[in-house]
């Protein structure tokens, strides 16, 4: 209890120090969250980065499944070029399902497509040749026909190829194949079949992820807890990001101290640190780019 109101006291120190000489500043006009760079020209830039695709999982109560979700939505674990560029399996496959609105210059040809055997993200696949495909909905049935989910070693394999060759990424080890197949596997149209609207993108999900991932990683060792610390840390750039308003200066710090917590292997000290943020995000939550004025403000349409 003692140390969770010393970090507690910590955060809000900083978030009241740093909003009393930030002022009523304007929102800083050169930050932009990373999924803002992958997105079509023309697109609707504020309902794509406002709102999000039903999941359609099958089973959401299995832990297997969840720390799978976490890894689709890392981008580390791709590696390489897609790391430096923010781009993870979700990236392509919001929820799991598919992305209409991606758009990769130089690999994408139509918004919603991507050339699978280009060699920007790894050589291994590259046939020279521009042929960008249509980006699969997981969830669908023309999803699962792109292997064999109930063949456990035919589904190892391909996840293992899709990170190595695709995007030379380090090849990963069973616990993290084991994960991503639980999660392909619960991927299931038929779970919403009546197909709920798009649900809002709050700093609520990626915070939960965060969470989740330095939970993961304190159950696991080695390069699987590596691989959790850097989803957490990700997920914790996603939502500072988010947050560029000059007064919400101390609560990017913040964040940022609570990533460095979790690569220090502190993760009682970053959980605190991350449940003491919840009432400074959700009072800065209007200002921020989660907000669709905001993003209609600075992004126009919505």
């Keep these: 209890m003692d140390r969770a109101r010393r970090v507690l006291s910590r955060a809000l120190t900083t978030l009241v120090v740093t909003a009393a000489l930030a002022g009523c500043s304007n929102p800083s006009a050169d930050t932009a969250p990373q999924e803002a760079g992958w997105l079509a020209p023309g697109s609707d830039i504020a309902t794509a980065l406002s709102t999000q695709p039903p999941s359609c999982l099958a089973s959401t109560g299995d832990p297997l499944v969840r720390q799978g979700e976490l890894l689709f939505n890392s981008p580390f674990l791709l590696g390489g070029q897609a790391a430096k560029a923010g781009v993870s399996c979700a990236s ?9 609105d991606f758009f ?3 690999l994408s040809g139509e918004p919603g497509t991507a050339d699978t055997t280009h060699g920007f993200f790894g050589p291994a696949r590259d046939d020279g040749v521009f042929n960008p495909v249509l980006i699969p909905d997981l969830a ?3 999803g699962h026909q792109l292997v064999d989910r109930d063949d456990g070693a035919a589904l190892s394999d391909f996840l293992e190829r899709q990170i190595v060759e695709e995007f030379e990424g380090e090849r990963p080890g069973p616990d993290i194949i084991a994960a991503l197949s639980a999660y392909l596997k619960a991927l299931d149209a038929r779970a919403c079949e009546d197909e709920p609207p798009a649900s809002p993108e709050t700093w609520r999900g990626p915070l939960s992820m965060a969470v989740d991932a330095v939970l993961a990683a304190e159950d696991s060792s080695g390069e699987t ?3 959790y610390r850097r989803a957490a840390r990700h997920f914790l ?3 500072h990001d988010r947050f560029p308003h000059a007064r919400d200066a101390g609560l990017r710090e913040a964040l940022v101290e609570a990533s460095q917590l979790i690569a220090a292997g502190e993760p009682l000290e970053a959980l605190e640190q991350m449940e003491a ?6 009072a800065a ?3 921020s780019l989660y907000n669709p004025k905001t993003l209609q403000a600075r992004y126009g349409q919505g």
């Design 92 to 100: 392509c496959h919001e929820n799991g399902r598919a992305n209409p």
């Design 104 to 106: 990769f210059a130089g």
């Design 140 to 142: 669908s049935s023309a």
């Design 225 to 227: 807890q590596a691989a």
């Design 237 to 239: 750039r996603r939502i």
């Design 277 to 282: 943020l919840r009432p400074a995000l959700a």
């Design 285 to 287: 939550e209007h200002r």
